[in-house]
T-cell receptor
Framework: ETGVTQSPTHLIKTRGQQVTLRCSSQ?????VSWYQQALGQGPQFIFQ???????GRGNFPPRFSGLQFPNYSSELNVNALELDDSALYLC????????????FGPGTRLTVL | QQQVKQSPQSLIVQKGGISIINCAYE??????FPWYQQFPGKGPALLIA?????SEKKEGRFTISFNKSAKQFSLHIMDSQPGDSATYFC????????????FGKGTLLTVNP
């Protein structure tokens, strides 16, 4: 088990709603990344936060946004939910700098009806 | 555009056999190649990773073979066990891009007793 935790475990929303997912990074890790994993697919990079600033973004629309807090925990916000947003959302933390290992949390399963 | 292609999609191996999963990448700037193992309902867990300055890395029963000229790398699982049954993902990243991971689509490995 990694020290990365995510909440909630499962979530059901309807189209058009907004959702906030939360992640607590492993102790000592200042970099958090978010990934979307559709059923039967590999995770896809959404964005990364380093010391409270977004410093990398994948091919996701602006309705996917995030925050990182001074304790390095993070939120992923998705507005105007679409059916295709149904997926497992994974948070990964890294110590930062030249450290390459990313540790993933268990994920939040989002279902959009 | 799929930058990391993984094969096979699924693999069935007998206990004690060798499991081999292959990946090919397109972006020659990639310089970090990890393999992740994912069990149902869990986040991906790092198994083993390699940098392109070596052609092989071994950790216990897991070995990565890396062919820079062919832009290919593979995971070998020796003496496969039923507990190894999981989905395996190869990934690649560029150190200078803050380690954003590009994943393959995954291989579902089943090890029969």
């Amino acid at each position: 088990e990694t020290g990365v935790t995510q909440s909630p475990t499962h979530l059901i929303k309807t189209r058009g709603q907004q959702v906030t997912l939360r992640c607590s990074s492993q102790s000592g890790h200042n970099t958090v990344s978010w990934y979307q994993q559709a059923l039967g697919q590999g995770p896809q990079f959404i964005f990364q936060y380093y010391r409270e600033e977004e410093n990398g973004r994948g091919n996701f629309p602006p309705r996917f946004s995030g925050l990182q807090f001074p304790n390095y925990s993070s939120e992923l916000n998705v507005n105007a939910l679409e059916l295709d947003d149904s997926a497992l959302y994974l948070c990964a933390s890294r110590r930062g700098g030249a450290t390459d290992t990313q540790y993933f949390g268990p994920g939040t399963r989002l279902t959009v009806l | 555009q799929q930058q990391v292609k993984q094969s096979p999609q699924s693999l069935i191996v007998q206990k004690g056999g060798i499991s081999i999963i292959n990946c090919a990448y397109e972006n020659t700037a990639f310089d970090y190649f990890p393999w992740y193992q994912q069990f149902p309902g869990k986040g991906p867990a790092l198994l083993i990773a390699i940098r392109p300055d070596v052609s092989e890395k071994k950790e216990g029963r897991f070995t990565i073979s890396f062919n820079k000229s062919a832009k290919q790398f593979s995971l070998h699982i020796m003496d496969s066990q039923p507990g190894d049954s999981a989905t395996y993902f190869c990934a690649a990243s560029i150190v200078g891009s803050n380690y954003k991971l590009t994943f393959g689509k995954g291989t579902l490995l089943t090890v029969n007793p």
